[in-house]
């Protein structure tokens, strides 16, 4: 499969990835995150060219990720602001940041700590059930197939195809 069809995938990872997953993009969420709106800013923190920074913006605001809005009229200059779907990222970027202090630091400890502001403490981003509240760990979590799979699952079947045709990454999950 091409990269540039990794969209079509009936898998939410890679959907995803088909709009954050170059390297750059992230970065440029990052900084929208830190408060960068506009693109000599993220161009100069970045040192990324300018091509490349208009052909990142223009996917993230084409995905609804970010939104352009205007800031002077003469000539016309844009801002980029995170929209609900790009601020939808921020425990993505805050997990990536805490693997990220806890793998890549180099033993120099992690370049920015984060402070919750309502009780003013340094925190660790931590994902856990939305149920039970539980810390996640990889090995208590099962994945399964969802309705899109369950839909293709059910198709095959009535098509007289096995279900070897679903990846086997997900078969196990059934």
């Known amino acids: 499969m091409r990269w540039d069809d990794i969209d079509k995938q ?16 992230m970065l440029i969420m990052r900084d929208a995150f830190l408060g960068t709106r506009r693109f000599d800013q993220f161009q100069s923190n970045l040192g990324i060219t300018r091509h490349r920074l208009s052909e990142r913006l223009g ?14 009229d003469r000539p016309v200059r844009y801002e980029y602001r995170l929209t ?10 805050m997990s990536l940041a805490r693997w990220g202090d806890e793998w890549m630091d180099k033993g120099e400890g992690a370049p920015l700590e984060y402070v919750h502001q ?10 856990t059930c939305s149920e039970c509240g539980e810390p996640l760990r990889p090995e208590e979590v099962k994945p399964q197939l969802g309705r899109a799979l369950q839909e293709i699952a059910a198709q095959l ?18």
């Open 10 to 25: 009936v898998c939410s990872v890679a959907r995803a990835l088909s709009v954050v997953g170059e390297r750059w993009t």
């Open 59 to 72: 996917k993230l605001v084409e995905h609804g990720v970010l939104v352009k809005v205007p800031y002077h």
């Open 84 to 93: 609900r779907k790009g601020l939808g990222l921020y425990p993505v970027l």
């Open 118 to 127: 309502t009780c003013d403490n340094k925190i660790r981003p931590t994902l």
């Open 157 to 174: 079947e009535n098509g007289g195809e096995s279900l070897e045709d679903i990846p086997s990454l997900l078969k196990w999950s059934m």
